[in-house]
């Protein structure tokens, strides 16, 4: 079936440190991927979405300076906290669908702790 | 607003004690309600999609339902390797290529042996 890799699947950094997470589609294009964030016992927050090509869509209260989107070919999107502070620990997990949109089923990477110290 | 809302939020069961999942939705335009199971510390993993009220679908010891409100995830006779936290999500938006998902809260289940 469709695999998602997300890497790395955690990160430890100092406060100020620019930290970068990539998403792959393995087997399929991804047109459209996105960026959710999940905060322990809560549900998926979408942040952002990002057409292939295309500047990323950012959800309301998403700063986007903060978390800088690139998905430049259809295989592959990344994510790069900027100046992360312990406030930006969460666990980020990237998603990818194809042309046919909801459609079909959207596959999840399985995420990526990120811990500011 | 578009909503999602899960019931109950933990359910916890005997092993063959069969129940059901709640994810009751008011949403603008429906473009697919999906469900996904999510084990800790990973991501979500795709169950099922239901697109039409009265639509049902089949996986070993689940079965998904959906009514023009509301969608049942049932569990019969569940076994410990079923304990997970369980996601429904409505596809939103303008049209199914451009439409994303709304998330509900979850219910994380345990099933006991």
């Known amino acids: 079936g469709a695999v998602v890799s997300q890497h790395p699947s955690w990160v430890i950094c100092k406060s100020g440190t620019s930290v970068k997470i990539e998403c792959r589609s393995l087997?399929?294009?991804?047109?459209?991927m996105f960026w959710y964030r999940q905060f322990p016992k809560q549900s998926l927050m979408l942040m952002a979405t990002?057409?292939?090509?295309?500047?990323?869509?950012?959800e309301q209260g998403v700063e986007k300076d903060k978390f800088l989107i690139n998905h430049a070919s259809l295989t592959l999107s990344t994510l790069t906290v900027t100046s992360a502070h312990p406030e930006d620990s969460s666990f980020y997990i990237c998603?990818?669908?194809?042309?046919?949109?909801?459609?079909?089923?959207?596959?999840f990477g399985d995420g990526t702790r990120l811990s500011i110290l | 607003e578009d909503q999602v809302t899960q019931s109950p939020e933990a359910l916890r069961l005997q092993e063959g004690e069969s129940s059901s999942l709640n994810c009751s939705y008011t949403?603008?335009?429906?473009?697919?309600l999906f469900w996904y199971r999510q084990d800790p510390g990973k991501g979500p993993e795709f169950l099922f999609t239901?697109?039409?009220a009265g639509e049902e679908k089949e996986k070993e010891r689940l079965k998904a339902t959906l009514t023009k409100k509301e969608s049942f995830l049932h569990i019969t006779a569940p076994k410990p390797e079923d304990s997970a936290t369980y996601l429904c999500?409505?596809?939103?938006?303008?049209?199914?290529?451009?439409?994303?998902?709304?998330f509900g809260q979850g219910t994380t289940l345990q099933v006991k042996p």
């Open positions: 999500a409505v596809g939103v938006g303008g049209s199914s290529n451009t439409g994303k998902l709304i």
């Open positions: 949403v603008s335009g429906l473009r697919g």
């Open positions: 087997d399929f294009q991804a047109t459209t």
């Open positions: 990002s057409n292939e090509g295309s500047k990323a869509t950012y």
């Open positions: 239901l697109y039409s």
């Open positions: 998603s990818a669908r194809d042309f046919l949109g909801l459609k079909r089923p959207q596959h």
